[in-house]
């Protein structure tokens, strides 16, 4: 009986406290004021909603490449970076959203600050954000970030609009949330007197990261045509590479 009491007590306690926790605080939609949600005291220069703030630099480094060890890694990650803005009472506030993809790693965060840079306990209002975020920048080859053709200096009088259409598509069918392009690389190589296009890319998996980056490449004729040759590095005349390695490049 003292079993059935004690076992009683404690359940009667957990929903107690679970019934002390409002279902707005576990949807992430809590009355505060922005004061309460603040977690440090930095300040920067407020953001007045044109381009990015001048601080969000610093705070990436901090929370993301320092806090969480991205920037001591012993290889050379892709770090996909959303910005997003979103309004909470009256105040614009940002979400800094990360992913990082790496040899058998994938990582992400969200941190979320005021617009002078005052990070916020996002838990506490994800709600809001899920409600009203809006993508102010990112560093993904999509949109107006896939390649372009016409941004490849090359030398070759060939129209090469074909380029263009094989790249836009490449882009469109590798994206996130299942994976991310990390590199593209196209260029002219010349090997007998011909010239041919070389189109290389890489990828990460989210779903099976456990080999790195995939890597392919294609590689065609002037006219577009498919061919089975491989290109040859040393006979590369020009090239241009796109990527997103850096991460949080401003």
Same mark, same amino acid.
């Given at each position: 009986?003292?079993?059935?009491?004690?076992?009683?007590?404690?359940?009667?306690?957990?929903?107690?406290?679970w019934?002390?926790?409002?279902? =707005?605080?576990?949807d992430?939609?809590g #009355?505060y004021?922005?004061?309460?949600?603040?977690?440090?005291?930095?300040?920067?220069?407020? $953001?007045?909603?044109?381009?990015?703030?001048?601080?969000?630099?610093?705070?990436y480094?901090?929370?993301? &490449?320092?806090?969480?060890? $991205?920037?001591?890694?012993?290889? $050379?990650?892709?770090?996909?970076?959303?910005?997003?803005? @979103?309004?909470?009472?009256?105040n614009?506030?940002?979400?800094?959203?990360?992913? @990082?993809?790496?040899y058998?790693?994938?990582?992400s965060?969200?941190?979320?600050? *005021?617009? #002078?840079g005052?990070?916020?306990?996002? #838990?506490?209002?994800?709600?809001? @954000?899920?409600?009203?975020?809006?993508?102010? $920048?990112?560093?993904?080859?999509?949109?107006?970030?896939i390649? &372009?053709?016409?941004?490849?200096?090359?030398?070759?009088?060939?129209?090469?609009?074909?380029?263009q259409?094989v790249i836009? &598509?490449?882009?469109?069918?590798?994206?996130?949330?299942?994976?991310?392009?990390?590199?593209?690389?196209?260029?002219?190589?010349?090997?007998?007197g011909?010239q041919?296009?070389?189109?290389?890319? =890489?990828?990460?998996d989210?779903?099976d990261?456990?080999?790195?980056?995939?890597?392919?490449?294609?590689?065609?004729?002037l006219?577009?045509?498919?061919?089975?040759k491989? @290109?040859?590095? *040393?006979?590369?005349?020009?090239? &241009?590479?796109?990527?997103?390695?850096?991460?949080? #490049?401003?």
């Amino acid at each position: 009986m003292k079993t059935y009491l004690t076992k009683l007590i404690i359940l009667l306690g957990i929903v107690g406290l679970w019934g002390g926790c409002s279902l =707005e605080d576990r949807d992430g939609l809590g #009355d505060y004021e922005l004061d309460e949600l603040v977690l440090d005291d930095f300040v920067g220069e407020e $953001w007045d909603g044109v381009g990015l703030p001048s601080w969000l630099r610093k705070r990436y480094f901090e929370d993301c &490449q320092l806090d969480l060890g $991205w920037f001591f890694t012993s290889y $050379w990650p892709a770090i996909l970076v959303r910005i997003y803005s @979103f309004e909470y009472k009256n105040n614009v506030l940002l979400a800094l959203s990360c992913e @990082f993809y790496a040899y058998n790693k994938h990582e992400s965060c969200l941190m979320c600050y *005021t617009s #002078d840079g005052r990070k916020i306990d996002f #838990d506490k209002i994800k709600g809001c @954000f899920n409600k009203d975020s809006r993508l102010i $920048w990112s560093n993904a080859l999509d949109g107006d970030k896939i390649p &372009q053709v016409s941004d490849f200096k090359h030398n070759s009088e060939a129209d090469l609009s074909w380029l263009q259409v094989v790249i836009n &598509q490449i882009c469109e069918e590798i994206h996130e949330p299942d994976k991310v392009l990390s590199d593209i690389t196209c260029g002219i190589a010349e090997d007998n007197g011909q010239q041919y296009v070389f189109l290389r890319y =890489e990828y990460y998996d989210s779903s099976d990261i456990s080999n790195g980056p995939i890597k392919e490449s294609r590689t065609f004729n002037l006219n577009g045509m498919a061919l089975s040759k491989e @290109f040859d590095i *040393t006979k590369v005349i020009s090239s &241009q590479e796109w990527y997103i390695s850096n991460g949080f #490049d401003l």
